[in-house]
């Protein structure tokens, strides 16, 4: 089965780091996709994982670990538009469509 | 730079109506999704193509049917809406499976079935 678990809400303070954790159970693993989703909107592509490590795209970061089965995605110097939720998806083998998780709920407060 | 685009944007329907949402991509994107999207259910995959010609039924199909005949487009139609279907549908195209190819998404639909 497919599977995937990330917490519902989070709240940080504006300037702070906050770290988004995501774990995974999927029938065969070719990459992870973190989406950012401002309420009333789509969701919009932030990053992807292949290989384990972590990826760096100015204040956001994802990380992988695939004997874990985890990732997070990393968030500095938070602004008050970073609320949205974030969304942590797997795209497991063949043709198999990406599954997403739940998403987080991500409130930054001033 | 459309990217991709959802018709219509909002719609209410009366319980038992029929209708079609339009989903088109400009990208030349082999793969394209239906999703609907509902408070603290995240997004359910309804139905997928991956390619001209070819649907698949995702987590969700039920009550829900699609035709991909060109590749540019790909349609979500409700044969009888039930006010279980009221969501936020949300359809998405990729260019290939490959890992490094990120899915795009339109800008919704938002559907009310009274």
């Known amino acids: 089965g497919q599977n995937i678990d990330q917490p519902t809400e989070m709240t940080a303070t504006e300037g702070a780091i906050v770290q988004i954790n995501c774990t995974y159970q999927t029938s065969g693993f070719n990459g992870l996709f973190w989406y950012q989703q401002h309420a009333g909107e789509a969701p919009t592509f932030l990053s992807y994982n292949v290989l384990d490590g972590l990826e760096e795209k100015g204040r956001f970061s994802s990380f992988l670990s695939r004997s874990k089965g985890y990732s997070y995605l990393l968030l500095k110097e938070l602004q008050m538009k970073d609320s949205a939720s974030y969304l942590c998806?797997?795209?497991?083998?063949?043709?198999?469509?990406?599954?997403f998780g739940k998403g987080t709920r991500l409130s930054v407060i001033a | 730079n459309a990217g991709v685009t959802q018709t219509p944007k909002f719609r209410v329907l009366k319980t038992g109506q029929s209708m079609t949402l339009l989903c088109a991509q400009d990208m030349n994107h082999e793969y394209m999704y239906w999703y609907r999207q509902d408070p603290g259910m995240g997004l359910r995959l309804i139905h997928y193509?991956?390619?001209?010609?070819?649907?698949a039924k995702g987590e969700v199909p039920d009550g829900y049917n699609v035709s991909r005949l060109k590749k540019q487009n790909f349609l979500l139609g409700l044969e009888s809406a039930a006010p279980s279907q009221t969501s936020v549908y949300f359809c998405?195209?990729?260019?290939?499976?490959?890992?490094?190819?990120?899915?795009?998404f339109g800008d919704g639909t938002r559907l009310s079935i009274l």
């Open positions: 998405a195209s990729r260019a290939g499976q490959g890992a490094r190819t990120p899915q795009h």
């Open positions: 193509s991956v390619g001209e010609g070819t649907t």
């Open positions: 998806a797997v795209l497991p083998s063949g043709n198999t469509p990406l599954v």
